[in-house]
Protein backbone atom coordinates (compact mmCIF):
# COMPACT_ATOMS: atom_id res chain seq x y z
CA UNK A 1 0.00 0.00 0.00
CA UNK A 2 2.86 2.45 0.70
CA UNK A 3 4.55 1.37 -2.65
CA UNK A 4 2.38 3.61 -5.04
CA UNK A 5 2.28 6.82 -2.00
CA UNK A 6 6.19 6.17 -1.84
CA UNK A 7 6.88 6.27 -5.92
CA UNK A 8 4.92 9.29 -6.46
CA UNK A 9 6.22 11.49 -3.61
CA UNK A 10 9.59 10.78 -4.35
CA UNK A 11 8.83 12.59 -7.81
CA UNK A 12 7.02 14.95 -6.29
CA UNK A 13 9.82 16.37 -4.18
CA UNK A 14 12.22 15.75 -6.78
CA UNK A 15 10.14 18.74 -8.55
CA UNK A 16 9.45 20.57 -5.36
CA UNK A 17 13.67 21.01 -5.15
CA UNK A 18 14.14 22.58 -8.57
CA UNK A 19 11.22 24.86 -7.54
CA UNK A 20 8.03 23.25 -9.50
CA UNK A 21 5.03 22.30 -7.28
CA UNK A 22 3.62 19.35 -9.20
CA UNK A 23 0.22 18.70 -8.72
CA UNK A 24 -0.36 16.56 -11.52
CA UNK A 25 0.66 13.28 -9.62
CA UNK A 26 -3.15 12.05 -9.24
CA UNK A 27 -3.29 12.02 -12.82
CA UNK A 28 0.50 10.46 -13.72
CA UNK A 29 -0.27 7.33 -11.26
CA UNK A 30 -3.57 7.06 -13.14
CA UNK A 31 -2.05 6.93 -16.28
CA UNK A 32 0.27 4.52 -15.29
CA UNK A 33 -2.04 2.14 -14.06
CA UNK A 34 -3.91 2.39 -17.27
CA UNK A 35 -0.86 1.96 -19.34
CA UNK A 36 0.18 -0.95 -17.22
CA UNK A 37 -2.45 -2.85 -17.84
CA UNK A 38 -2.75 -1.67 -21.48
CA UNK A 39 1.08 -2.88 -22.22
CA UNK A 40 0.58 -6.29 -20.26
CA UNK A 41 -2.29 -6.91 -22.53
CA UNK A 42 -0.62 -5.80 -26.12
CA UNK A 43 3.00 -7.36 -25.39
CA UNK A 44 1.85 -10.18 -23.18
CA UNK A 45 4.78 -9.45 -20.85
CA UNK A 46 4.73 -7.67 -17.69
CA UNK A 47 8.17 -6.14 -17.61
CA UNK A 48 7.39 -4.82 -21.04
CA UNK A 49 3.92 -3.72 -19.39
CA UNK A 50 6.05 -1.81 -16.46
CA UNK A 51 8.37 -0.14 -19.16
CA UNK A 52 5.77 0.64 -21.52
CA UNK A 53 3.91 2.39 -18.51
CA UNK A 54 6.59 4.46 -17.23
CA UNK A 55 7.05 5.71 -20.62
CA UNK A 56 4.00 7.14 -21.36
CA UNK A 57 3.63 8.35 -18.25
CA UNK A 58 7.20 10.19 -18.57
CA UNK A 59 5.71 11.30 -22.44
CA UNK A 60 3.00 12.94 -20.07
CA UNK A 61 5.33 14.66 -18.09
CA UNK A 62 7.11 16.05 -20.78
CA UNK A 63 3.45 17.71 -21.99
CA UNK A 64 3.46 19.30 -18.46
CA UNK A 65 7.09 20.62 -18.11
CA UNK A 66 6.53 21.80 -21.98
CA UNK A 67 3.41 23.97 -21.21
CA UNK A 68 3.97 24.88 -17.46
CA UNK A 69 8.20 25.93 -18.45
CA UNK A 70 8.16 26.77 -22.33
CA UNK A 71 4.83 28.32 -22.50
CA UNK A 72 5.25 29.65 -18.85
CA UNK A 73 1.85 28.64 -17.71
CA UNK A 74 0.63 28.79 -14.26
CA UNK A 75 2.01 25.48 -12.71
CA UNK A 76 -0.33 24.70 -10.79
CA UNK A 77 -3.53 25.36 -13.19
CA UNK A 78 -1.84 22.83 -15.81
CA UNK A 79 -1.32 20.68 -13.33
CA UNK A 80 -4.86 20.04 -12.36
CA UNK A 81 -6.09 20.51 -15.60
CA UNK A 82 -3.58 17.18 -16.44
CA UNK A 83 -5.79 15.52 -13.68
CA UNK A 84 -9.04 15.89 -15.23
CA UNK A 85 -7.19 14.97 -18.70
CA UNK A 86 -5.87 11.95 -16.93
CA UNK A 87 -9.05 10.76 -15.89
CA UNK A 88 -11.20 11.42 -19.10
CA UNK A 89 -8.36 9.96 -21.48
CA UNK A 90 -8.42 6.88 -19.52
CA UNK A 91 -12.32 6.55 -18.97
CA UNK A 92 -12.47 7.05 -23.05
CA UNK A 93 -9.56 4.86 -23.88
CA UNK A 94 -10.47 2.02 -21.59
CA UNK A 95 -14.03 2.15 -23.86
CA UNK A 96 -12.29 2.58 -27.01
CA UNK A 97 -9.98 -0.58 -26.47
CA UNK A 98 -11.39 -2.98 -24.76
CA UNK A 99 -15.49 -1.86 -25.11
CA UNK A 100 -15.52 -2.44 -21.21
CA UNK A 101 -17.64 0.48 -18.74
CA UNK A 102 -15.85 0.74 -15.33
CA UNK A 103 -13.47 -1.35 -14.82
CA UNK A 104 -11.12 -3.80 -16.89
CA UNK A 105 -10.18 -7.85 -15.99
CA UNK A 106 -8.85 -10.34 -17.68
CA UNK A 107 -8.07 -13.60 -15.95
CA UNK A 108 -5.22 -14.61 -18.12
CA UNK A 109 -3.28 -11.65 -17.49
CA UNK A 110 -0.21 -12.45 -15.27
CA UNK A 111 0.79 -9.30 -12.60
CA UNK A 112 4.48 -8.41 -10.98
CA UNK A 113 5.76 -11.39 -9.15
CA UNK A 114 6.58 -11.56 -5.65
CA UNK A 115 9.92 -12.22 -4.09
CA UNK A 116 10.46 -14.56 -1.29
CA UNK A 117 13.61 -12.96 0.54
CA UNK A 118 15.44 -16.69 1.54
CA UNK A 119 16.13 -16.67 5.67
CA UNK A 120 14.16 -13.33 5.79
CA UNK A 121 11.00 -15.20 5.16
CA UNK A 122 10.90 -17.62 7.85
CA UNK A 123 11.38 -14.78 10.38
CA UNK A 124 7.94 -14.77 12.58
CA UNK A 125 6.06 -12.40 11.91
CA UNK A 126 9.04 -9.78 10.52
CA UNK A 127 9.51 -12.28 7.69
CA UNK A 128 5.77 -12.20 6.94
CA UNK A 129 6.11 -8.24 6.74
CA UNK A 130 9.12 -7.69 4.59
CA UNK A 131 9.42 -10.78 2.10
CA UNK A 132 7.08 -11.53 -0.11
CA UNK A 133 6.20 -8.43 -2.41
CA UNK A 134 6.81 -7.35 -5.63
CA UNK A 135 10.28 -6.04 -6.99
CA UNK A 136 8.40 -2.17 -7.58
CA UNK A 137 8.32 -2.66 -3.68
CA UNK A 138 11.92 -2.72 -2.90
CA UNK A 139 13.26 -0.30 -5.63
CA UNK A 140 10.90 2.61 -4.07
CA UNK A 141 12.17 2.05 -0.78
CA UNK A 142 15.83 1.37 -2.63
CA UNK A 143 15.47 4.74 -4.72
CA UNK A 144 14.68 6.65 -1.56
CA UNK A 145 18.30 5.62 -0.26
CA UNK A 146 19.78 6.36 -3.97
CA UNK A 147 17.91 10.10 -4.22
CA UNK A 148 18.84 10.88 -0.81
CA UNK A 149 22.71 10.07 -1.69
CA UNK A 150 22.21 11.93 -4.83
CA UNK A 151 21.05 14.86 -3.95
CA UNK A 152 22.90 15.67 -0.76
CA UNK A 153 26.56 14.17 -1.41
CA UNK A 154 26.65 14.60 -5.80
CA UNK A 155 28.14 17.34 -7.96
CA UNK A 156 24.56 17.31 -10.09
CA UNK A 157 22.63 16.66 -6.93
CA UNK A 158 23.93 19.60 -5.21
CA UNK A 159 23.65 21.61 -8.75
CA UNK A 160 19.55 20.39 -8.80
CA UNK A 161 19.09 22.04 -5.49
CA UNK A 162 20.78 25.24 -6.44
CA UNK A 163 18.17 25.54 -9.64
CA UNK A 164 15.44 25.42 -7.36
CA UNK A 165 16.70 27.83 -4.26
CA UNK A 166 18.31 30.20 -6.51
CA UNK A 167 17.50 29.95 -10.25
CA UNK A 168 19.36 33.42 -11.09
CA UNK A 169 22.44 32.72 -8.71
CA UNK A 170 22.85 29.46 -10.53
CA UNK A 171 22.38 30.59 -13.92
CA UNK A 172 24.95 33.05 -13.35
CA UNK A 173 27.41 29.89 -12.42
CA UNK A 174 26.61 28.41 -16.09
CA UNK A 175 24.02 25.97 -14.35
CA UNK A 176 21.07 25.01 -17.09
CA UNK A 177 18.21 25.38 -15.22
CA UNK A 178 15.63 24.77 -17.26
CA UNK A 179 17.39 21.71 -18.29
CA UNK A 180 17.47 20.53 -14.79
CA UNK A 181 13.67 21.32 -14.64
CA UNK A 182 13.17 19.70 -17.18
CA UNK A 183 15.00 16.23 -16.12
CA UNK A 184 13.31 16.50 -12.64
CA UNK A 185 9.76 16.81 -13.88
CA UNK A 186 10.74 13.88 -16.30
CA UNK A 187 12.08 11.44 -13.39
CA UNK A 188 9.18 12.56 -11.68
CA UNK A 189 6.33 11.66 -14.53
CA UNK A 190 8.58 7.93 -14.37
CA UNK A 191 8.35 7.40 -10.85
CA UNK A 192 4.65 7.91 -11.23
CA UNK A 193 4.82 5.72 -14.46
CA UNK A 194 6.18 2.71 -12.17
CA UNK A 195 3.43 3.82 -9.07
CA UNK A 196 0.62 2.89 -11.55
CA UNK A 197 2.45 -0.15 -12.41
CA UNK A 198 2.39 -1.22 -8.81
CA UNK A 199 -1.32 -0.46 -8.57
CA UNK A 200 -2.78 -1.86 -11.30
CA UNK A 201 -0.13 -5.20 -11.83
CA UNK A 202 1.07 -5.23 -8.49
CA UNK A 203 -1.75 -5.56 -6.54
CA UNK A 204 -5.03 -6.55 -8.29
CA UNK A 205 -3.68 -7.14 -11.68
CA UNK A 206 -6.99 -5.09 -13.70
CA UNK A 207 -7.85 -1.25 -14.10
CA UNK A 208 -10.55 0.37 -12.65
CA UNK A 209 -11.65 3.86 -13.45
CA UNK A 210 -10.22 6.56 -10.74
CA UNK A 211 -8.46 3.34 -9.11
CA UNK A 212 -6.34 6.21 -7.82
CA UNK A 213 -8.69 6.90 -4.94
CA UNK A 214 -6.95 10.26 -4.65
CA UNK A 215 -3.37 8.25 -3.74
CA UNK A 216 -1.55 11.26 -5.72
CA UNK A 217 -2.77 13.94 -3.40
CA UNK A 218 -2.05 11.95 -0.65
CA UNK A 219 1.73 12.02 -2.24
CA UNK A 220 2.07 15.38 -2.43
CA UNK A 221 1.16 15.83 1.33
CA UNK A 222 3.99 13.00 1.94
CA UNK A 223 6.25 14.73 0.43
CA UNK A 224 5.64 18.21 2.47
CA UNK A 225 5.17 16.38 5.23
CA UNK A 226 8.43 15.23 4.34
CA UNK A 227 10.09 18.42 3.90
CA UNK A 228 11.68 17.19 -0.04
CA UNK A 229 13.86 15.23 1.86
CA UNK A 230 13.87 11.38 0.40
CA UNK A 231 14.10 9.50 3.66
CA UNK A 232 12.14 12.13 5.15
CA UNK A 233 9.08 11.59 2.30
CA UNK A 234 9.60 7.45 2.84
CA UNK A 235 9.14 8.42 6.60
CA UNK A 236 5.90 10.18 5.97
CA UNK A 237 4.70 7.43 2.65
CA UNK A 238 4.96 4.77 5.44
CA UNK A 239 2.62 6.46 7.47
CA UNK A 240 -0.29 7.24 5.44
CA UNK A 241 0.01 3.66 3.53
CA UNK A 242 -0.15 2.25 6.82
CA UNK A 243 -3.29 4.33 7.30
CA UNK A 244 -4.81 2.65 4.18
CA UNK A 245 -4.13 -0.71 4.40
CA UNK A 246 -5.51 -0.03 8.21
CA UNK A 247 -8.85 1.34 6.76
CA UNK A 248 -8.61 -1.94 4.46
CA UNK A 249 -8.36 -3.66 7.60
CA UNK A 250 -11.46 -2.16 9.25
CA UNK A 251 -13.90 -3.08 7.48
CA UNK A 252 -13.33 -6.91 8.12
CA UNK A 253 -14.92 -5.52 11.23
CA UNK A 254 -18.32 -4.72 9.95
CA UNK A 255 -17.58 -1.29 10.17
CA UNK A 256 -19.13 1.54 7.41
CA UNK A 257 -17.12 1.69 4.51
CA UNK A 258 -17.90 5.37 3.97
CA UNK A 259 -15.78 5.43 7.21
CA UNK A 260 -13.07 3.28 6.67
CA UNK A 261 -12.53 4.56 3.48
CA UNK A 262 -12.04 8.32 5.02
CA UNK A 263 -9.64 7.68 7.07
CA UNK A 264 -6.21 7.96 5.28
CA UNK A 265 -8.22 11.23 4.22
CA UNK A 266 -8.53 12.22 7.06
CA UNK A 267 -4.76 11.65 8.41
CA UNK A 268 -4.15 13.46 5.71
CA UNK A 269 -5.64 16.70 6.79
CA UNK A 270 -4.69 16.47 10.49
CA UNK A 271 -0.85 16.10 8.92
CA UNK A 272 -1.78 19.49 6.41
CA UNK A 273 -2.91 21.15 9.89
CA UNK A 274 0.25 20.74 11.81
CA UNK A 275 2.60 21.07 8.68
CA UNK A 276 4.34 24.35 9.16
CA UNK A 277 7.13 24.42 6.22
CA UNK A 278 7.75 28.20 4.53
CA UNK A 279 9.20 27.35 2.06
CA UNK A 280 6.24 25.53 0.50
CA UNK A 281 4.07 28.87 1.82
CA UNK A 282 6.64 31.39 -0.06
CA UNK A 283 6.77 28.84 -2.83
CA UNK A 284 3.10 29.72 -2.57
CA UNK A 285 2.82 33.41 -2.33
CA UNK A 286 5.17 33.95 -5.62
CA UNK A 287 2.90 31.62 -7.63
CA UNK A 288 -0.42 33.68 -6.13
CA UNK A 289 1.90 36.85 -7.26
CA UNK A 290 2.75 35.65 -10.56
CA UNK A 291 -1.13 34.90 -11.29
Not at 138 to 156: D, G, I, N, R
Request: proline share 3%; net charge positive.
Amino acid sequence: MVTPILLAALGGALCARVGFFNVALEGMILTGAFTAIVGNHFFGNVWLAVLFAAGCVTLFSWLLAFISLHLKANEIIVGISFNFLAAGLTTFTLRALFDVKGAYYDKNMTGLPTWNIPGVQDIPVLGGIISGHSPLVYLAFLLAAVMQYYLFKTKSGFRLLASGENPVAAQSLGIKVRRIRYGAILASGLLCGLAGAQLSLGQVTMFSEGMTGGRGFIALVATMLGQNNPLGVAASSLLFGFMDAISIRLQGFSLPTHFTLMLPFVVTLIAMFFFKDKSYLQHSNKINGRS
